[in-house]
């Protein structure tokens, strides 16, 4: 199976930036669909980036749209969630996923239930 494991979190002040990687152990995603999510206490994973593995295609969710970029990085086994200007409504655990199959529809319209591998999160807090 696919182990994800993410890094790159920590403590922010409003409109800094943090670079969030996603690191696969043993095989090579670059042919999976990537997703980066952000849950808050009380609620599900929200799905706010992701990279198609088909083509390379990037989608955003408007609240990120500008501010986040998702790419794939030169190791095989990496994806990085640039962020920047960040806002304190940013705050969460950030996850990454992976999708092992031949999607239809953009990987954005895809809920975090239909992702196979996931890592254990990384927390970023933004605030002064």
């Known amino acids: 199976q696919v182990q994800l494991v993410e890094s790159g979190g920590g403590v922010v002040q409003p409109g800094g930036s943090l670079r969030l990687t996603c690191t696969a152990s043993?095989?090579?995603?670059?042919?999976?669909?990537i997703g980066w999510f952000r849950q808050v206490p009380g609620k599900g994973r929200e799905g706010l980036s992701c990279i198609m593995g088909s083509d390379n295609s990037a989608y955003y969710k408007d609240s990120v749209k500008g501010r986040f970029t998702i790419s794939r990085g030169n190791s095989r086994n990496t994806v990085h969630l640039q962020m920047n200007n960040l806002k304190p409504e940013d705050t969460g655990v950030y996850y990454c996923?992976?999708?092992?199959?031949?999607?239809?529809?953009?990987?954005?319209?895809?809920?975090?239930?239909?992702?196979?591998?996931w890592g254990p999160g990384t927390q970023v807090t933004v605030s002064s």
């Open positions: 043993r095989f090579s995603v670059e042919n999976y669909a």
């Open positions: 996923a992976a999708f092992d199959l031949i999607l239809r529809f953009t990987c954005l319209e895809y809920e975090a239930a239909s992702y196979n591998y």
